[in-house]
């Protein structure tokens, strides 16, 4: 049973535009959420990272929106630029005695 | 300069094979994992590790042993290679459980 569910599984958007990625969880104990992004040929890095106790976390272009009573957060990407094109993870953890729980993925691509 | 390492970066084996992939991280980090990652299951833990001699065991552990014989070196091991464990495998480490994890560049290997 997938625990962190991410949609959608790619996205295609224009230079300039939001990007909008979604994810979904099932645990409620869950209360910290970090964003991944990956390059082709590299490893996964922390993008952005909330905590339960907020609602919204902006660094520069890039915003989480963060429901707890519906459990789901999204990440949106505002002003889109070619070199956003990456695969973004959404993950889970408690920080409570379990490692993170990865979602499968959504691949973005931003056309110039 | 980079604090996970992992070798071989590339590995071909045959079916039946012993393989061993490496990862060294040097960010003083007491928790090391190892994940595969394949098209539409994202990264699933395998095994991981609190520190030297510990091993947890992951989500996907059939068919892979690990070792961590320090605090900097975690090693999985593959005694009898099959074509299904064709993948892209990462390292990673954190200073706790269910944090912030940083990554290795990854290892892709392929079962013939």
């Known amino acids: 049973q997938q625990q962190v569910r991410q949609s959608p599984q790619s996205l295609t958007v224009w230079e300039g535009e939001t990007a909008i990625l979604n994810c979904s969880y099932e645990?409620?104990?869950?209360?910290?959420f970090p964003w991944y992004q990956q390059f082709p040929g590299e490893g996964p890095a922390l993008l952005i990272s909330?905590?339960?106790?907020?609602d919204k976390k902006e660094d520069g272009r890039f915003t989480i929106f963060f429901n707890k009573r519906e459990k789901k957060l999204s990440l949106h990407i505002t002003d889109s630029q070619p070199g956003d094109s990456a695969t973004y993870f959404c993950?889970?953890?408690?920080?409570?005695?379990?490692?993170?729980?990865f979602g499968t993925g959504t691949t973005v691509s931003v056309s110039p | 300069e980079a604090a996970v390492t992992q070798s071989p970066r590339n590995k071909v084996t045959v079916t039946g094979g012993n393989v061993t992939l490496s990862c060294r991280q040097t960010n003083s980090h007491n928790y090391m994992y190892w994940y595969r990652q394949d098209t539409g299951h994202g990264l699933r833990l395998i095994h991981y590790?609190?520190?030297?001699?510990?091993?947890q065991i992951g989500d996907v552990p059939d068919g892979y042993k690990a070792t961590r014989t320090t605090q900097e070196d975690f090693f999985l091991l593959l005694e009898l290679a099959s074509p299904s464990q064709t993948s892209l495998y990462f390292c990673?480490?954190?200073?706790?459980?269910?944090?912030?994890?940083?990554f290795g560049p990854g290892t892709r290997l392929t079962v013939l």
């Open positions: 909330i905590r339960s106790v907020s």
């Open positions: 645990d409620s104990t869950f209360n910290y």
């Open positions: 990673a480490s954190s200073d706790a459980e269910g944090y912030e994890q940083y």
């Open positions: 993950a889970a953890s408690d920080q409570g005695g379990r490692a993170l729980i």
């Open positions: 590790s609190y520190g030297a001699g510990n091993l």
